[in-house]
T-cell receptor, first 113, second 113 residues
């Protein structure tokens, strides 16, 4: 069945460091891929998405490229800020399963000044 | 525009009871999805409703059910509560389908004693 695997946390970085959070997926069809973020005390919100292979999603300095050959959708940011501290969730939605959503377990990021 | 609202925010029930949770989507959104979030299992898809019809269902027992009304508001019911049902239940609305941007509510924290 479909699934999403993302790197274990927690991750602690210094301000202005480079961020990578790995995400790989398994899907029967051609899924759409998402990164959702949950800031402390707030609800989940969409960070970025990509709907087909080689698409790059980007928002707020974060980027992720849909790599079909490696079934990956790694999240990157060149220079993190304290305000990026949050939990990040990778997710997929597969038309072959009626667009059912599958989330990864989440990766907690803490950025220290 | 008002966000997704969920009521109640907190609930305490005992084993064997039943519970109903409510979700009001963003105005104009017709798709409502429900998720269960627990520390052990993460975010798991329960079901999705569109135009008063269940369009998709996750892998949960029949004790979990839902419905959607003509104004797109949705309710989720859990019967014969078990200790393992303790979780944060999240509702998300989107314009037409889950691959559109989903907007999440703050959740209902259910504790089963």
């Amino acid at each position: 069945g479909d699934s999403v695997t993302q790197m274990e946390g927690p991750v602690t970085l210094s301000e202005e460091a480079f961020l990578t959070i790995n995400c790989t997926y398994t899907a029967t069809g051609y899924p759409s891929l998402f990164w959702y973020v949950q800031y402390p005390g707030e609800g989940l919100q969409l960070l970025l998405k990509a709907t087909k292979a080689d698409d790059k999603g980007s928002n707020k300095g974060f980027e992720a490229t849909y790599r079909k050959e490696t079934t990956s959708f790694h999240l990157e940011k060149g220079s993190v800020q304290v305000s990026d501290s949050a939990v990040y969730f990778c997710a997929l939605s597969d038309q072959d399963t009626g667009n059912q959503f599958y989330f990864g377990t989440g990766t907690s990021l803490t950025v220290i000044p | 525009k008002a966000g997704v609202t969920q009521t109640p925010r907190y609930l305490i029930k005992t084993r064997g009871q039943q519970v109903t949770l409510s979700c009001s989507p963003i105005s104009g959104h017709r798709s409502v999805s429900w998720y269960q979030q627990t520390p052990g299992q993460g975010l798991q898809f329960l079901f999705e409703y569109f135009s008063e019809t269940q369009r998709n269902k996750g892998n949960f027992p029949g004790r979990f059910s839902g419905r959607q009304f003509s104004n797109s508001r949705s309710e989720m019911n859990v019967s014969t509560l078990e200790l393992g049902d303790s979780a944060l239940y999240l509702c998300a609305s989107s314009f037409r389908q889950t691959t559109d941007t989903q907007y999440f509510g703050p959740g209902t924290r259910l504790t089963v004693l």
